[in-house]
């Protein structure tokens, strides 16, 4: 049974629940767990049986494609307030998980169960709306990361992502090659070269952009 302090952060994240009645809220909830996992978690593995349709309060869940060498590509992030596409499809399609999902970072989420998900799918269209919406948008970022690994070099991936995040960069060599499906030796040499050239400058998990234009002008080649 979930706290008053739980549900509210709930609607907060989720306001698309907020049209339920009551009533069903209180239903809605009477089964739910509340979760609270440490970061490097496994959330979700490849083959697992999916238990239930996750909602994010805090923190952040990574969802990789883990290859036989065990390098990693990850496939998107999900927030508070997001859903992941993967669980969906799962519960939806009555499927095992095929790829996995870890905690970035110290996270709470409530779980609720696959027959409170399908009941929500069944009966609320505006939560069926917003499960859509968000595999809308999901596909179209993975579409994205697909073109990416298909027809861009890894240099330029890795100057795109760069040029994505802030001016100084907090990650290791080893976090970039993750988010790229890279190693982390390919990546320190890319990233030395770039410094190199002056466009970056490197210090410890710390990455300063010096050259942005240069930097964004070369991932779009």
């Given at each position: 049974?979930?706290?008053d302090d739980?549900?509210?952060?709930?609607?907060?994240?989720?306001?698309?629940?907020?049209?339920?009645?009551s009533?069903?809220?209180?239903?809605l909830?009477?089964?739910?767990?509340?979760l609270?996992?440490?970061?490097?978690?496994?959330?979700f593995d490849?083959k697992?049986?999916c238990?239930?349709?996750?909602?994010?309060?805090?923190?952040s869940?990574?969802?990789?494609?883990?290859?036989?060498?065990?390098?990693?590509?990850?496939?998107?992030?999900?927030l508070?307030?997001e859903?992941c596409i993967?669980t969906?499809s799962?519960?939806?399609?009555?499927?095992p998980?095929?790829?996995?999902?870890?905690?970035?970072?110290?996270?709470?989420?409530?779980?609720?169960p696959?027959?409170?998900?399908h009941?929500?799918?069944?009966?609320?269209?505006?939560?069926?709306?917003?499960?859509?919406?968000?595999?809308?948008?999901?596909i179209?970022?993975?579409m994205?990361?697909?073109?990416?690994?298909?027809?861009?070099?890894l240099?330029?991936r890795?100057?795109?992502?760069?040029?994505?995040?802030?001016a100084?960069i907090?990650?290791?060599?080893q976090s970039?090659?993750d988010e790229?499906?890279?190693?982390?030796?390919?990546v320190?040499?890319?990233?030395?070269?770039?410094?190199?050239?002056?466009?970056?400058?490197?210090g410890?998990?710390?990455?300063?952009?010096?050259?942005?234009?240069a930097?964004?002008?070369f991932?779009?080649?």
């Amino acid at each position: 049974m979930l706290t008053d302090d739980t549900l509210s952060r709930i609607m907060q994240q989720y306001p698309v629940l907020r049209g339920l009645s009551s009533s069903e809220f209180g239903e809605l909830f009477e089964t739910a767990n509340l979760l609270q996992l440490a970061a490097g978690t496994v959330v979700f593995d490849e083959k697992q049986r999916c238990q239930g349709f996750p909602l994010l309060l805090s923190g952040s869940l990574r969802v990789v494609k883990s290859a036989a060498s065990g390098r990693e590509l990850r496939l998107y992030r999900v927030l508070p307030g997001e859903s992941c596409i993967l669980t969906s499809s799962c519960l939806l399609g009555d499927t095992p998980y095929q790829a996995r999902g870890l905690a970035e970072e110290p996270l709470e989420m409530v779980v609720l169960p696959a027959r409170v998900f399908h009941n929500l799918i069944d009966k609320h269209i505006a939560f069926r709306r917003y499960v859509f919406q968000i595999f809308s948008e999901r596909i179209t970022g993975l579409m994205e990361l697909v073109t990416a690994v298909a027809f861009h070099k890894l240099d330029q991936r890795l100057a795109a992502l760069l040029v994505g995040k802030s001016a100084t960069i907090h990650a290791t060599h080893q976090s970039l090659a993750d988010e790229l499906g890279s190693a982390r030796e390919i990546v320190s040499r890319l990233l030395k070269g770039f410094a190199e050239q002056g466009w970056v400058r490197l210090g410890r998990e710390q990455i300063t952009i010096i050259d942005e234009s240069a930097i964004k002008k070369f991932a779009e080649l």
